[in-house]
């Protein structure tokens, strides 16, 4: 019985330290940082306080029998199909920067459209070379808001991070709700948890075409043996209680 017992509680510390060291793989590194916009946000969907690095992602807003998302002031809007560069600033060099993401919206029916493509440059000095990390085709899902994924195969180290955004040719509006730049562990080793933490956004990928390699299923594999070891640890630990 002992020696159950000992069992039991060895799979559920076991399951726990699994689960915690996936939530703590990446580290959200561009949470509430500065950055520029050029050009600058639509004046009546406009860009205040750093909305796109707050952590916040757009929801929907009852108007009537309709829901909109665009009616949430989460998002930042620009006109039109011209080129959106975001410069972001992270305010030291970080290593191990593994993913980059794009939160955006595709509302057709008021004219926002997914942006065409996503490309993201890495530099050490604002003003100095920019070296090309990846670019993304966003998918249009069902979903109306989504976020665009880039993982890249090597961890970066980087300061500043150049965002170019070209809008569909045909777009009236292009709406974002965050970006972000995740630094940790690599995370085609790790599995990341069901869902993130500030977004209480589904995180199915809604990408495209990428340059970057993607991460494989060995991912989901990982995370659903963790829930099993994760449920095994905890009836062995109930049954204790129970009978013991
Ligand atoms: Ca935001």
């Keep these: 019985m002992a020696m159950k017992r000992a069992f039991g509680s060895f799979l559920f510390l076991f399951a726990l330290v699994g689960v915690l060291s996936v939530s703590a793989a990446q580290n959200v590194v561009s949470l509430h940082k500065g950055y520029t ?57 970080y290593s191990s920067l593994w993913t980059f993401e794009v939160g955006y919206l595709r509302e057709e029916e008021v004219g926002i459209h997914a942006p065409a493509r996503i490309a993201f440059y890495l530099g050490d000095t604002e003003e100095g070379d920019f070296a090309f990390l990846g670019e ?18 090597q961890g970066q180290t980087a300061r500043f ?20 730049v995740l630094q940790g562990q690599n995370p085609a080793t790790v599995s990341p948890p069901p869902s993130g933490e500030d977004s209480g956004r589904s995180s199915v990928p809604p990408y495209g075409d ?20 994760s449920a095994i640890g905890t009836f062995a630990l109930l049954g204790r209680r129970r009978f013991g």
């Design 37 to 93: 916009l050029s050009p600058g946000a639509s004046q009546g969907y406009p860009d205040e306080e750093y909305e796109l690095t707050n952590g916040k992602y757009g929801t929907p807003v009852e108007n009537g029998n309709a829901e909109y998302y665009y009616q949430d002031p989460e998002y930042v809007g620009f006109r039109g199909n011209e080129e959106i560069t975001l410069l972001l600033d992270l305010g030291e060099s």
């Design 136 to 153: 993304l085709t966003p998918a249009k899902t069902a979903e109306k808001a989504a976020v665009a994924s880039l993982n890249v195969s």
């Design 161 to 180: 991070v150049k965002v170019v955004i070209t809008p569909e040719e045909n777009a009236a509006w292009t709406f974002l709700d965050e970006i972000s």
């Design 210 to 229: 990428t340059s970057a390699p993607q991460t494989g299923d060995s991912n989901l594999l990982l995370f659903v043996l963790l829930c099993g070891i």
